[in-house]
């Protein structure tokens, strides 16, 4: 990890469990760079406290009771591009790690990490950086890698133009609940189109859909 200056970071915290918020802001607060300006336990609540905090890094976790973290973070960065976004979170999934950096994420750690891999972690990202958990990492390097090298996956017919529409949102980080909104469609149509989606380019995953997607467009 790169060393970094002991600026004061102005942390916000986000996730649904408090004993989990307790717990960082016990640990994170010893540190006399690190002041935690709030906690906020939604997705509503995080991007109303980031408007009202101010904080430059918000630490936040990937699933909440009213939405994904996902949403949170690209309604902050969208409002407020200065803050840096941490996810903190169990799910070390393809598809979760890529919404989230699509997202604009500048951090993805898992919540098995010690407590002073985490500082080192904050003050990281606060000083410019980018930091993905190594669990992660290797992954996101094969992912990244797959796009710059090959031709297109074969695939056995061409998507009609409604599920490219779709497909490009999807590489954009966006959910399904999003994709229908912006396409003035249903949840289960947009479904339905991912379905068809994954069957013509022979794949399983958001993520490889969205990995075909971003090497087809270079």
């Not at 006399?32 to 995080?46: M, N």
């Not at 591009?81 to 989230?100: E, G, K």
């Not at 750690?109 to 080192?120: F, N, P, Q, W, Y």
């Not at 068809?196 to 490889?208: E, G, H, S």
Request: proline share 4%; with cysteine.
């Amino acid at each position: 990890m790169p060393k970094v200056k002991a600026n004061t970071v102005r942390l916000l915290l986000v996730d649904d469990h408090e004993v989990v918020r307790v717990g960082l802001r016990t640990v994170l607060t010893q540190h006399e760079h690190v002041t935690v300006v709030g906690e906020s336990s939604t997705v509503a609540d995080a991007v109303r406290d980031a408007a009202r905090l101010k904080p430059n890094v918000i630490l936040m976790d990937v699933r909440l009771p009213d939405g994904s973290g996902v949403d949170a973070c690209r309604e902050i960065l969208a409002a407020h591009p200065h803050i840096r976004v941490i996810f903190l979170t169990s799910y070390a999934d393809d598809d979760s790690v890529l919404a989230a950096v699509l997202a604009g994420a500048h951090g993805y750690v898992l919540k098995e990490i010690d407590s002073a891999a985490l500082l080192r972690a904050v003050h990281a990202v606060a000083d410019g950086h980018s930091i993905l958990d190594p669990s992660v990492t290797e992954r996101a390097l094969k992912w990244l890698r797959g796009i710059g090298k090959g031709s297109a996956p074969p695939r056995t017919e061409p998507l009609s133009p409604q599920e490219e529409r779709v497909l490009a949102l999807v590489t954009e980080g966006q959910t399904n609940k999003e994709i229908a909104t912006a396409l003035s469609l249903s949840d289960k149509t947009v479904k339905n189109y991912l379905a068809n989606v994954f069957q013509k380019l022979r794949v399983t995953r958001r993520a490889q859909a969205a990995a075909f997607f971003a090497k087809r467009k270079q």
